[in-house]
Structures are given as structure tokens and as C-alpha cells.
């Protein structure tokens, strides 16, 4: 078992209760979508895994490890294994598209190294490959802030695979991009992590996105988990009860 969400609740400082005791396991391999209404507590899941807040109740088991309570090296080292993309991609606009490729190995180097953007060969030459493997060679040496949504996405996924995650996060990855671009980015995700063998969790509000790539859907509601399987037992009749207070919202 790669991750083992149990009996998870959090109440940020306002008193809001964004997860309430929610528990999942996740195996090696699997590609799950997260659904629900807006403000159902999907970010607050995926930054609670991440170690990007603390989580109020439960436990977070990442390789059998408690996540919980580890010193600022410990967390560094988790972090390393857990990949990151963003709706907003998080790029450094103003270097290029290969420079934020190699970013993605800045949790495996010294701060001397990172900030004077010292590589190795290899390092480059894998940067080159992964960036190939979202078609976007030529733009290496453009800067990201002449990119579209679309290309900067590509960039991101190339940024994050380069940092050999074993789990990738990616927080509403297409929630920027028109129909068309969105298919794309998955396609290209999809592809990029069966071939590497590594675990995803998305977050998404597309339910049909979420049906044609997941192996598993779960969906939250006001914090709470209600629905945990595959994308073929997600009947019209469960979507419509899991977004049933989305306009009141
Ligand atoms: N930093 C924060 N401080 C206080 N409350 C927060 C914070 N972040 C989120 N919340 C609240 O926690 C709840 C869950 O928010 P969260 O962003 O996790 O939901 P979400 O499902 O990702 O929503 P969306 O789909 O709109 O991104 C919401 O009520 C939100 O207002």
C-alpha cells in the first residue's frame, strides 16, 4: 500500500470544518479522481497529504510511514516522493521551459546547487526526455510567460515527473483550460503515469473527465466521503445526490 488515509478530519482556524473523518487507501498504480461541489474539501485533502497543512484528527500513512509529526527534513524527504500540479501551474514565468523542467530535481539538491542552477549532464538530458515526452522539445528555450494554458500544463507535468514522485497530486489541472485542452493535459497525464508506473490522485470538477480516466472515483461532500469505486458504479442518480447542494453553496 502506497497511502493510507485514516479517520482524517480538518478545522481551519475560522472554524470550518473542510474534512470530516475521512479514510482511503490507495495502491500502487492507481489512477484516482476526487469529485465534489465546490468547497467539498478537495484541496484541503490533496494539501493535507502533501504536508502543506496539518491535518486535525487521524493519521496519514505514506509507505506504512506516519506523515504526522515529523521533524522539517523528514517532511523535505515525503515531499520529495509526492509530485505536485496546479491549476495555476506554478511555473517561474520569467525562465525558460526547460529551467522549470529542471526545477522539478530542486528537492534532491543543496540550496547552493538549486539557486545557482547547477545540473548534471543526466539531469538535462532527463529533462529533455520528459519534456519530449509532452511534445514540447522545441519550446525548451522559451520562456514559460509566452506559453499558453495548454503548454504551460505540459511544462508542469514534466516539472513534476522529473522529481521521481511515486504519488503525483494534481489540483484541478484543466480547471483553467477550454474542453478540447483539458482532454489533452489527461491524455498526456494519463499516458505519462501508466508508462512510469506512478500513482495520481486528481482533482477535478469534470465528473466525465473523471469517468473516462480514472480506475477510481471518490467523491467528497462537505468534507465527508460518500462515494468510493469505480468510475462505472458513479450512476446519474449518485452524481446528482453528491452535487445536490452545489447551487446553495
Ligand atoms: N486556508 C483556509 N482557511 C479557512 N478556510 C478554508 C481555507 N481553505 C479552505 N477553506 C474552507 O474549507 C472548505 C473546503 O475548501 P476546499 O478548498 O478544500 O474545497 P474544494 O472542494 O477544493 O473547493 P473548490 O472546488 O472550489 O476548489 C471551504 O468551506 C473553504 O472555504
Known sequence: MLLSVKNISKEYNNGITALKNVSFDVEKGEFISIIGPSGSGKSTLLRSINKMIDISQGSILFENRNIENLKKREIELVRREIGMI???????????VIENVLHGRLGYK?????????YSEEEKKEAFTFLEKVNMTKYAYQKCNELSGGQKQRVGIARA????????????PIASLDPKTSENIMDYLKKIVTELKITCIVNLHQVDIAKKYSNRIIALNKGEKIFDDKPEYLTNDTIEFIYKDEEQD
Do not use: H, W
Open 161 to 172: 515527473i522529473m522529481q521521481k514522485p511515486k504519488l503525483l497530486l494534481c489540483d484541478e
Open 110 to 118: 543543496s540550496i547552493f546547487a538549486g539557486i545557482l542552477g547547477i
Open 86 to 96: 496546479f491549476q495555476n501551474y506554478n511555473l517561474v514565468e520569467r525562465l525558460t
